[in-house]
């Protein structure tokens, strides 16, 4: 149901898009959202998008991060200025309500098979 795309290898400072393409219209799901994820420790939330338009970032990319919308079924986010400690696998999941979109992983049932992310110094 949900498919991410973008991963590769990236030099420290550049920007790379990581696009999230839903099975249906974006405005269907409550919300949207990324997480990132080291092997062997919990997924952290990259940013997540409500319905109402509002995004909530996480501490570590704010400021670093742009959402947008690229057409009914597919979100786009954006991080520029990539630093080697964000080489990760990223994750877009959603959620149909509101209660599951609080940004906690083990909320939201949806997700993709990830995409990995290496930037090199």
């Known amino acids: 149901q949900l498919v991410e795309s973008g991963g590769g290898s990236v030099q420290a400072g550049e920007s790379r898009k990581l696009p999230c393409k839903l099975s249906e219209d974006i405005t269907d799901r409550y919300c949207v959202a990324w997480f990132r994820q080291v092997p062997g420790k919990e997924r952290i939330r990259v940013a997540i998008?409500?319905?109402?338009?509002?995004i909530k970032y996480g501490e570590a990319v704010k400021g670093r991060v742009s959402l947008l919308a690229e057409n009914g079924e597919t979100v786009n986010p954006k991080m520029e200025k990539l630093r080697p400690e964000d080489t990760d696998t990223y994750y877009c999941?959603?959620?149909?309500?509101?209660?599951?979109?609080?940004?906690?992983?083990?909320?939201?049932?949806?997700w993709g098979e990830g995409s990995a992310v290496t930037v090199s110094a």
């Open positions: 999941a959603a959620g149909w309500i509101a209660w599951r979109c609080k940004g906690i992983p083990s909320d939201l049932g949806s």
């Open positions: 998008l409500i319905r109402d338009g509002s």
